[in-house]
Nanobody
Framework: VQLQASGGGLVQAGGSLSLSCAAS???????IGWFRQAPGKEREFVAT????????VLGNSVKGRFTISRDNAKNMAYLQMNSLKPDDTAVYYC???????????????????WGQGTLVTVSS
């Protein structure tokens, strides 16, 4: 499977953006994760969602502001980002890993499929 993230852009602090992750084929057997990397910083876990979308986990820095979702029928995953802060500025990546039902992963090394990133810039 190949992934392509999109939806990044420039937004003011307090605003919202919705990122999309399009897969080249069915993702119903894959856990999906979102990560981000700011300039000069390590890649950071943002969110993950299980195969059927029944389990989600968010990183501490985005809890209460971001939501991860998926639509397996459309081979898509999403990251809704609200109440954005300048610290959210980063390149955002979606990733996938084939797994069993109910599993989810927060480590970047758990994933073996990565899309190209999409840049999110939050101005103050």
């Amino acid at each position: 499977v190949q992934l392509q993230a999109s939806g990044g852009g420039l937004v003011q602090a307090g605003g919202s953006l919705s990122l999309s992750c399009a897969a080249s084929r069915t993702i119903s057997d894959y856990v999906i994760g979102w990560f981000r990397q700011a300039p000069g910083k390590e890649r950071e876990f943002v969110a993950t969602i299980s195969r059927a979308g029944t389990r989600t986990v968010l990183g501490n820095s985005v809890k209460g502001r971001f939501t991860i979702s998926r639509d397996n029928a459309k081979n898509m995953a999403y990251l809704q980002m609200n109440s954005l802060k300048p610290d959210d500025t980063a390149v955002y990546y979606c990733a996938a890993r084939a797994s069993v039902t109910g599993a989810y992963y927060s480590g970047q090394y758990d994933y073996n499929v990565w899309g190209q990133g999409t840049l999110v810039t939050v101005s103050s």
